[in-house]
């Protein structure tokens, strides 16, 4: 089993910028990808961003390219989402999520945090 909690979620105005946190716990961090995904009120759940096991490789979903940089720190068990010029459509739950595929945790992660709530105003 692998842990997560997310913070750093909060409310942001339109251009403003957040940075979110995922702390893990209960397995060796560097063995999983880790990745992002959100959800708005009344939506699927999104993908957001992807890093690989040693932060060499990431991807990104198009709604959020050059303004969201996903790190982490292997370390410290921990993912960053960086969320630059937020904008209103950003808002929602934001999840991070792991498993040990770079491929699976874009599509079906084996585990998930408990997610955060940003909200960007207008």
């Known amino acids: 089993q692998v842990q997560m909690v997310e913070s750093g979620g909060g409310l942001v105005q339109a251009g403003g910028s957040l940075r979110l946190s995922c702390g893990a716990s209960?397995?060796?961090?560097?063995?999983?990808?880790m990745g992002w995904f959100r959800q708005a009120p009344g939506k699927e759940r999104d993908f957001v961003a992807v890093?690989?096991?040693?932060?060499?490789?990431?991807y990104y979903a198009d709604s959020v390219k050059g303004r969201f940089t996903i790190s982490r720190d292997n370390a410290k068990n921990t993912v960053y989402l960086q969320m630059n010029s937020l904008k209103p459509e950003d808002t929602a739950v934001y999840y991070c999520?792991?498993?040990?595929?770079?491929?699976?945790?874009?599509?079906?992660?084996?585990?998930w945090g408990q997610g955060t709530q940003v909200t960007v105003s207008s």
């Open positions: 999520a792991a498993d040990p595929s770079y491929t699976m945790v874009r599509v079906s992660p084996s585990y």
């Open positions: 209960g397995r060796t961090f560097s063995n999983y990808a």
């Open positions: 890093i690989s096991r040693g932060g060499g490789t990431t």
